[in-house]
């Protein structure tokens, strides 16, 4: 009876009663009170931690992200399960032999191969950026370490990360073509600290999986000034990577459901799983703290004409397994509009929306209660996120709200990326913005689709 009695008063409102069809007054609520966002972010990184996908921590935080879902209140919360390879880090290290014997700081990267148990001794080839690489002949490359160095820049929009991602993502198949014996990358990341990033790397079909790690961007220039000497480098690596074949992951599904059937399906959210270095604080759970916590403030002032559903996207770091399982399973759904927030914690500082030209009204006015939070409106295209991608492409309209991404890079795939970096001030910004648009898109009567392929978006 007492636990009954608790379950009945976690699924109370937190918040007082605001009108939905209110967004100014929702936004001001959310920024001067919100809690919620804080406490599912410490909750989840400080009960659960780390969540690799496909490991038994990522199935703890399903369970952990169910329970939470249920006490708040939201209606059909449940997990949808799908089977994804599983890939286990294991230790990495690098030492450099000759001439200037040292260690190196280093992580592998996500489905990284391993080297023998004893690990490998090469010489090192260096290219600075992936053009070099691809334009280097095997007989270059073969036996070697390779090495590849590049110059990412801190962005507000984060736009050097998409330039220079390849590098990890790409690189690593590339020099396996080539017969490398491994490959070491720069960290993709802006910061100065011995705190190597991590991240996903992918071997072509029917390439072997060569050792591919990431060095701290303070050992890469390390490394730099060693090469710049003019002789020789030989390094020992050692990688102890396993792939484990087929295991379970899944996305948690919970909603706010609407009075019209017809008018079709918001999806907001962010994704549940991490990286196993840090607890995945800023990657990502702020980002389904904050969407999660917009949502119940629409759901506290009222139901929305449209139904709002909140997805925790599992094993969005290793590849969007989650955001394609959803889009397989619902994208004959009709949803309205789709976004993601996954992009750390700090301040939203731009909106871009892709419609149709009918969407230009409803555009104005999330411009219009968005201005007070310091918000402008960008005429790019918006990209919506990995995990809601395959749901865009069935033929959805797409909603951006940007964050600042100036220091995103500096904790991004990291060990540093952990609770004290989370900013409460510029979380409940991040809050605010978030239950003004839900305010406005769940409930404006206009019908929105698309742009034309053609077209930038709006």
Do not use: C
């Amino acid at each position: 009876m007492l636990r009954r009695l608790l379950l009945s008063f976690a699924a109370l409102p937190l918040f007082p009663a605001v009108a939905a069809h209110d967004p100014a007054a929702l936004r001001d609520a959310a920024a001067q009170t919100d809690t919620l966002a804080w406490s599912i972010t410490e909750g989840l990184t400080t009960e659960v931690g780390q969540r690799l996908a496909a490991t038994e921590s990522e199935a703890r935080s399903r369970e952990w992200a169910v329970a939470r879902l249920k006490a708040l209140g939201f209606a059909n919360v449940r997990i949808e399960p799908f089977t994804m390879p599983r890939w286990d880090r294991g230790a990495a290290s690098a030492t450099v032999l000759s001439p200037f014997p040292q260690t190196l700081a280093i992580a592998a990267l996500g489905y990284s191969g391993s080297t023998p148990k004893a690990g490998i001794d090469a010489d090192v080839v260096a290219f600075d950026g992936l053009a070099a690489l691809k334009a280097a002949p095997a007989a270059a490359i073969a036996g070697k370490i390779v090495y590849v160095t590049h110059h990412m820049a801190a962005q507000q929009d984060g736009g050097s990360y998409g330039a220079l991602s390849p590098i990890r993502t790409v690189a690593p198949g590339m020099a396996a073509q080539k017969g490398a014996a491994a490959i070491l990358i720069r960290s993709i990341g802006t910061d100065h600290h011995r705190v190597p990033h991590t991240g996903v790397t992918r071997f072509p079909e029917g390439t072997r999986s060569i050792p591919a790690a990431a060095l701290s961007t303070v050992d890469a220039e390390q490394l730099d000034r060693i090469l710049a000497r003019g002789k020789p480098v030989k390094l020992h690596l050692e990688v102890a990577t396993r792939l484990t074949g087929r295991a379970q992951s899944g996305n948690v599904v919970a909603e706010v459901p609407g009075s019209d059937p017809k008018a079709g399906i918001i999806l907001i959210g962010g994704h549940l799983d991490s990286w196993d270095l840090g607890t995945g604080a800023i990657d990502d759970a702020t980002g389904v703290a904050i969407t999660t916590a917009a949502a119940k403030r629409i759901m506290d002032a009222g139901q929305p004409r449209r139904t709002i559903r909140i997805v925790w996207f599992g094993a969005e770091e290793v590849g969007g397994f989650g955001g394609d399982a959803y889009a397989k399973a619902h994208g004959a759904e009709k949803h309205m509009v789709v976004a993601e927030s996954d992009f750390g914690a700090d301040r939203v500082w731009s909106l871009a929306v892709n419609t149709g030209a009918q969407g230009n009204p409803m555009v104005e006015r999330l411009s219009e209660v968005l201005a007070p939070l310091g918000i402008t409106r960008s005429h790019g295209a918006a990209h919506g996120g990995t995990d809601v991608e395959p749901t865009a492409a069935t033929g959805t309209a797409v909603m951006d709200l940007r964050q600042d991404g100036l220091r995103y890079f500096d904790l991004h795939h990291t060990a540093d990326d952990t609770l004290d970096k989370v900013d409460p001030a510029q979380l409940r910004q991040n809050v605010a913005a978030w239950t003004a648009a839900l305010a406005v898109l769940a409930n404006d009567p206009v019908e929105l689709t698309p742009p034309p392929a053609t077209a930038t978006g709006e």
